[in-house]
């Protein structure tokens, strides 16, 4: 028998001896974290309503559904989030290589002498590296879990953006509104300066008459002041977060929604669980996190090589040149180094994993049960507010300008009368702006439109 077969046994052995090895080191992990707890380790896309983005060139008005499409393609928060997913395809781009290692080439040339006479040794070596135990298809299915892990992150910001542009589009529609009610405070001051004014110059009334109503008039005019640069200030702060060319928008044009009450809170934990893009994103995580410990685990496996050698030799005679052509194989023994270290890096980012999906699920059920309990309670105090006061408050300003046309109170009366008034109908849109500002919230945690969970669409 050659000498190369006669120590293949042994050489065979030494290599299952250590596959034993690096295979007993990997099977001695004790449980891992159960994947899809919760929901299912699949991108689930966000609500976004269809339609091309419109042209800021040519657009007059932007209706809500105008807002949303065109956030979705140019927040800037969601271009920074594709931008950081795209990094993630570099990974995709390495586990496509099937080999670990590019081959080596080794060159060895140098003289030989002996007592007969001198000569010269050649030696070429070709080496490869390769992996046996499965690591190319498991570094590119634990690729393709990173990768769907940041698609779940851009999807997660954009119905961030898609909750935050929807809430600032009912605050601005709220803020027109709260404007034109100071508007109408304004006028009413400004009639009675000038009812005041006339009859302080008929010497009917004190001229301290009309101090108090010169004051009315302030006070009304800045409340009229603070609510359009309230208005403005939201709307500039709508134009940075949809991504518009320039901080002016357009007008903006709709009807604000009906106030109902929540959906039952079993209805939309349910719901939150499945669609909400951060628990889709944390059992991605845990997806991830296997495959990673799965890569790690059989990276502690060995990597044997395989060479190709050609060796000549000559000496000093016409036919003393001798060639050889080799094929060697060497593989490491895993007694000391077994990627311990990889593999305890992976299990512990894994066990975070898990704990932070617990911690998201928590945390959300918390913030969906307070917000559900804010927005029924925001119905009720909207409730209190709509009586006869508020709905009719032209009509009421006209009867106080009346009854003091006709003497019936005085001006200090009116302006009791006008600040309680204005108070109440400010509490009012307090209250409106708290209620569809906790829709906006109760929407963006259950993770999808709730509304058509109701008869009505608020």
């Known amino acids: 028998m050659p000498p190369l077969w006669r120590h293949l046994p042994a050489f065979l052995t030494t290599i299952a001896s250590s596959l034993l090895l690096a295979s007993v080191a990997s099977a001695s992990d004790p449980a891992l974290p159960p994947t899809e707890r919760y929901a299912p380790d699949a991108p689930l896309k966000p609500y976004?309503?269809?339609?091309?983005?419109?042209?800021?060139?040519?657009?007059?008005?932007?209706?809500?559904?105008?807002?949303?499409?065109?956030?979705?393609?140019?927040?800037?928060?969601?271009?920074?989030?594709?931008?950081r997913a795209a990094t993630v395809d570099a990974e995709r781009q390495r586990a496509r290589i099937f080999f670990p290692d590019n081959p080596e080439l080794s060159l060895g040339l140098g003289p030989q002498r002996s007592a007969e006479g001198g000569g010269t040794e050649l030696e070429i070596a070709l080496e490869q590296r390769f992996e046996i135990a499965g690591e190319p298809g498991l570094r590119r299915r634990a690729a393709a879990d990173r990768q769907r892990l940041a698609e779940?992150?851009?999807?997660?910001?954009?119905?961030?953006?898609?909750?935050?542009?929807?809430r600032l589009f009912v605050d601005v529609l709220l803020a027109e509104e709260r404007t034109q009610q100071a508007e109408q405070f304004v006028a009413f001051a400004r009639t009675l300066?000038?009812?005041?004014?006339?009859?302080?110059?008929?010497?009917?009334?004190?001229?301290?008459?009309?101090?108090?109503?010169?004051?009315?008039?302030?006070?009304?005019?800045?409340?009229?002041?603070?609510?359009?640069?309230?208005?403005?200030?939201?709307?500039?702060?709508?134009?940075?977060?949809?991504?518009?060319?320039?901080?002016?928008?357009p007008p903006i044009h709709g009807?604000?929604?009906?106030?109902?009450?929540?959906?039952?809170?079993?209805?939309?934990?349910?719901?939150?669980?499945?669609?909400?893009?951060?628990?889709?994103?944390?059992?991605?995580?845990?997806?991830?996190?296997?495959?990673?410990?799965?890569?790690?685990?059989?990276?502690a496996w060995p990597e044997p090589t395989l060479g190709l050698v050609f060796g000549q030799e000559s000496g000093p005679g016409a036919d003393a040149t001798a060639r050889t052509l080799m094929v060697q194989l060497s593989v490491g023994l895993p007694l000391w180094h077994r990627n311990q270290e990889g593999r305890a890096r992976a299990r512990a980012e894994l066990e975070l994993a898990d704990r932070q999906r617990d911690a998201t699920i928590i945390a959300l059920r918390q913030r969906l049960t307070d917000a559900t309990h804010a927005l029924n309670a925001a119905v009720e105090r909207v409730g209190l507010y709509e009586s006869e006061v508020v709905p009719q408050l032209e009509q009421n300003l006209s009867l106080l300008q009346r009854a003091y046309e006709l003497g019936e109170v005085d001006i200090h009366q009116v302006s009791q009368t006008r600040e309680r008034l204005l108070q109440v109908t400010r509490q009012h849109l307090d209250a409106r702006q708290t209620y569809y500002e906790s829709a906006a919230l109760l929407e963006g945690l259950v993770g999808t439109n709730i509304w058509p969970l109701h008869e009505e669409t608020p």
């Open 152 to 166: 779940a992150g851009v999807d997660d910001v954009r119905w961030e953006v898609h909750v935050e542009t929807h």
């Open 193 to 249: 300066r000038d009812i005041a004014s006339r009859q302080v110059e008929a010497g009917e009334l004190s001229p301290l008459n009309l101090l108090v109503a010169e004051a009315d008039l302030a006070q009304t005019g800045e409340v009229l002041i603070e609510a359009r640069q309230g208005a403005e200030a939201l709307r500039t702060q709508l134009a940075a977060e949809i991504g518009w060319p320039t901080l002016k928008l």
């Open 255 to 299: 009807e604000l929604p009906p106030i109902v009450a929540a959906p039952e809170l079993d209805t939309l934990l349910a719901s939150m669980a499945h669609h909400h893009p951060s628990v889709r994103m944390r059992e991605l995580a845990v997806s991830a996190g296997h495959s990673q410990l799965r890569l790690q685990e059989r990276e």
């Open 48 to 83: 976004i309503p269809a339609g091309e983005p419109v042209d800021p060139a040519q657009v007059s008005t932007l209706s809500l559904n105008a807002l949303l499409v065109y956030a979705d393609r140019h927040s800037p928060r969601i271009e920074s989030a594709r931008a």
